[in-house]
């Protein structure tokens, strides 16, 4: 008997691959830092999220080893169970202060939280407004949640004003990446509120890209949006925080209700606690970060000026470490993106359905490891190939 099921899989691999959209591994080696080993090569990598260099900081590398003889190393259970750690409760504590809201639960990953928080504030009388740029794990978890999922067009207020206007839903559910994870741009946090405070909404901010890089490292959230008890706030912890995991930061009953209902963080392991303790470092690095945002600032400036006259791709307009230079066509992408590496660069190519059909782009994102010379050799190499 042929296997029908495993034909067509076949077929559609066959299909992504002739459309230059098939996803590889490569594999890594040693640590995250400005040049990578790949493929046993060494490249210099503009890929990571890793925007403060703290993934493999001394600092955190030191407190990874005294928690490790500590705690060991699995949580062993649930946090509902037995599996809340003193680390674990430390650092909730110290992220609620750190971004200015009363409490805060830590979930393994930014996806587990999104697939969690959004089914419970949102169900099938509800009604979640999501920007058509959000983050795969902010879609996952609206339409988990079994409410009216309504989109509206990238950074367009006045259509999200129209449709909230329109709802009938018991509750609404604003959702919004804050810097948004192929684009590099940021929501307009405070306009979102007024929408959300005129319509009675709760307001959801996912803040991936922006936590740790953006003002004084604690984030994308304005003044208002801290003290307002609409606003819930997602930070994912193996970005620029260096480790895993995500934290989400709200008022207490929030934090409460998700005890109760978050089904990604009730039914499963507690990420192991000593990666809670090196999140405590990783705060305490991030509150004291000011030099590495300068630096990383100062790269993002010296790129977007070297990138200024490039004679095609388009540079979006981004000021934060995420540097889409969008090139359109898939194919071209990837040629683009192997003549750099043929240079030793490391510049990630980005294809639908990450991001809308005929807007492949080079991902270029910088971190605070990134020397001066580092970002002129990719500005000479992207003059050379482009
Ligand atoms: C990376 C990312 C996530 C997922 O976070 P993980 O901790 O990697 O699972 C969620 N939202 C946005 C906007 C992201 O960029």
Same mark, same amino acid.
């Given at each position: 008997?042929?296997?029908?099921?495993?034909?067509?899989?076949?077929?559609?691999?066959?299909?992504?691959?002739?459309?230059?959209?098939?996803?590889?591994?490569?594999?890594?080696?040693?640590?995250?830092?400005?040049?990578?080993?790949?493929?046993?090569?060494?490249?210099?990598?503009?890929?990571?999220?890793?925007?403060?260099?703290?993934?493999?900081?001394?600092?955190?590398?030191?407190?990874?080893?005294?928690?490790?003889?500590?705690?060991?190393?699995?949580?062993?259970?649930?946090?509902?169970?037995?599996?809340?750690?003193?680390?674990?409760?430390?650092?909730?504590?110290?992220?609620?202060?750190?971004?200015?809201?009363?409490?805060?639960?830590?979930?393994?990953?930014?996806?587990?939280?999104?697939?969690?928080?959004?089914?419970?504030?949102?169900?099938?009388?509800?009604?979640?407004?999501?920007?058509?740029?959000?983050?795969?794990?902010?879609?996952?978890?609206?339409?988990?949640?079994?409410?009216?999922?309504?989109?509206?067009?990238?950074?367009?207020?006045?259509?999200?004003?129209?449709?909230?206007?329109?709802?009938?839903?018991?509750?609404?559910?604003?959702?919004?990446?804050?810097?948004?994870?192929?684009?590099?741009?940021?929501?307009?946090?405070?306009?979102?509120?007024?929408?959300?405070?005129?319509?009675?909404?709760?307001?959801?901010?996912?803040?991936?890209?922006?936590?740790?890089?953006?003002?004084?490292?604690?984030?994308?959230?304005?003044?208002?949006?801290?003290?307002?008890?609409?606003?819930?706030?997602?930070?994912?912890?193996?970005?620029?925080?260096?480790?895993?995991?995500?934290?989400?930061?709200?008022?207490?009953?929030?934090?409460?209700?998700?005890?109760?209902?978050?089904?990604?963080?009730?039914?499963? &392991? $507690?990420?192991? !606690? +000593?990666?809670?303790?090196?999140?405590? #470092?990783? %705060? @305490?690095?991030?509150? =004291?970060?000011? /030099? *590495?945002?300068?630096?990383?600032?100062?790269?993002?400036?010296?790129?977007?000026?070297?990138?200024?006259?490039?004679?095609?791709?388009?540079?979006?307009?981004?000021? &934060? $470490?995420?540097? !889409? +230079?969008?090139?359109?066509?898939?194919? #071209?992408? %990837? @040629?683009?993106?192997? =003549?750099?590496? /043929? *240079?030793?660069?490391?510049?990630?190519?980005?294809?639908?359905?990450?991001?809308?059909?005929?807007?492949?782009?080079?991902?270029?994102?910088?971190?605070?490891?990134?020397?001066?010379?580092?970002?002129?050799?990719?500005?000479?190499?992207?003059?050379?190939?482009?």
């Amino acid at each position: 008997m042929t296997h029908a099921a495993l034909a067509r899989l076949q077929q559609g691999l066959a299909k992504a691959r002739t459309e230059h959209l098939a996803r590889t591994h490569t594999v890594r080696d040693g640590r995250s830092g400005a040049a990578l080993e790949i493929d046993g090569e060494t490249l210099l990598a503009f890929c990571s999220n890793d925007y403060l260099g703290l993934a493999a900081d001394p600092a955190l590398v030191a407190a990874a080893h005294a928690a490790l003889e500590v705690c060991g190393v699995g949580a062993g259970a649930a946090h509902l169970v037995s599996g809340q750690h003193r680390y674990h409760h430390e650092f909730e504590t110290a992220f609620a202060r750190f971004v200015g809201k009363p409490a805060a639960l830590l979930f393994s990953s930014g996806y587990q939280a999104n697939l969690g928080v959004i089914p419970a504030l949102a169900g099938r009388r509800s009604e979640v407004f999501a920007d058509r740029l959000n983050h795969a794990s902010l879609v996952d978890g609206a339409q988990l949640s079994g409410a009216a999922f309504t989109r509206y067009r990238h950074l367009d207020l006045a259509q999200l004003e129209g449709q909230l206007a329109a709802s009938k839903a018991a509750d609404k559910l604003i959702v919004s990446d804050l810097v948004f994870s192929m684009d590099g741009d940021i929501a307009p946090v405070d306009a979102l509120l007024d929408l959300a405070e005129r319509h009675d909404a709760w307001l959801y901010l996912d803040d991936a890209h922006g936590f740790g890089v953006l003002g004084d490292g604690r984030g994308g959230l304005t003044e208002r949006a801290r003290a307002s008890d609409r606003v819930i706030y997602l930070a994912t912890l193996g970005k620029a925080a260096g480790v895993a995991g995500a934290a989400v930061a709200a008022h207490a009953d929030v934090i409460a209700w998700l005890v109760q209902t978050a089904r990604t963080y009730v039914y499963t &392991t $507690a990420t192991p !606690p +000593l990666l809670a303790a090196c999140l405590v #470092e990783s %705060l @305490r690095q991030i509150a =004291a970060g000011d /030099a *590495r945002r300068a630096h990383l600032a100062a790269r993002i400036a010296q790129l977007r000026s070297g990138l200024a006259e490039l004679p095609r791709g388009t540079l979006m307009a981004s000021q &934060t $470490a995420i540097q !889409p +230079l969008v090139i359109g066509d898939n194919a #071209e992408v %990837l @040629r683009v993106a192997h =003549a750099l590496r /043929a *240079r030793g660069l490391w510049v990630p190519a980005i294809r639908p359905p990450t991001v809308p059909a005929g807007s492949a782009r080079l991902r270029i994102t910088l971190s605070a490891l990134h020397s001066e010379a580092d970002i002129t050799r990719l500005v000479e190499a992207l003059h050379a190939v482009i």
